[in-house]
T-cell receptor, first 111, second 113 residues
């Protein structure tokens, strides 16, 4: 079973920040949080990952709570092209080979 | 360019026929994966392989078979024992070091008539 829970769907207005939550209350100390997204009928794409510090790259920011039991993926200025399903998973990077995805969050960007 | 290639992109087969989906990567990745996706659902793990000549069952392996004779290739056979084979199939690979994020192919859509 997936170790994460996410809301099934969310809406966000174009140009606003999209904040996607993920709960991982049973996360262990050496597990990282990874985010992927899947645009309709394509293969998923890696977005970002982190352990305990906040991370930012050209696609998004990842905020992880101090107790590491939850995280938020932030798309700072959402566009229509960000409409996709977003998956949050937790795993140890160079060890966990069985990688399980949950059902993700379907994000709708509204014009 | 480096990447993962899945073929065919679309495939139609009659019920009772075995089907083999191809997955090739030139990223020199160690691990490879097969996932199944049904409409409106998430990804479910079928099989995965960490090294050549070795593979493990995922959560829904029944009715499927794989081989890993070469590092760059991980074909999936959907057998006639798979009761509901119509689905979108995704192959992925990753390095088993460092961040080890997954790289996915574009998928193969199988329709069984």
């Amino acid at each position: 079973d997936a170790k994460t829970t996410q809301p099934p769907s969310m809406d966000c207005a174009e140009g606003r920040a999209a904040n996607l939550p993920c709960n991982h209350s049973t996360i262990s100390g050496n597990e990282y949080v990874y985010w992927y997204r899947q645009i309709h009928s394509q293969g998923p794409q890696y977005i970002i990952h982190g352990l305990k510090n906040n991370e930012t790259n050209e696609m998004a920011s990842l905020i992880i709570t101090e107790d590491r039991k939850s995280s938020t993926l932030i798309l700072p200025h959402a566009t229509l092209r960000d409409t996709a399903v977003y998956y949050c998973i937790v795993r140890v990077p160079n060890r966990d080979d069985k990688i399980i995805f949950g059902k993700g969050t379907r994000l709708h960007i509204l014009p | 360019d480096g990447g993962i290639t899945q073929s065919p992109k679309y495939l139609f087969r009659k019920e009772g026929q075995n089907v083999t989906l191809s997955c090739e990567q030139n990223l020199n990745h160690d691990a490879m994966y097969w996932y199944r996706q049904d409409p409106g659902q998430g990804l479910r793990l079928i099989y995965y392989s960490q090294i050549v000549n070795d593979f493990q069952k995922g959560d829904i392996a029944e009715g499927y078979s794989v081989s890993r004779e070469k590092k760059e290739s991980f074909p999936l056979t959907v057998t006639s024992a798979q009761k509901n084979p119509t689905a979108f199939y995704l192959c992925a690979s990753r390095l088993r070091t460092d961040t080890g994020e997954l790289f996915f192919g574009e998928g193969s859509r199988l329709t069984v008539l």
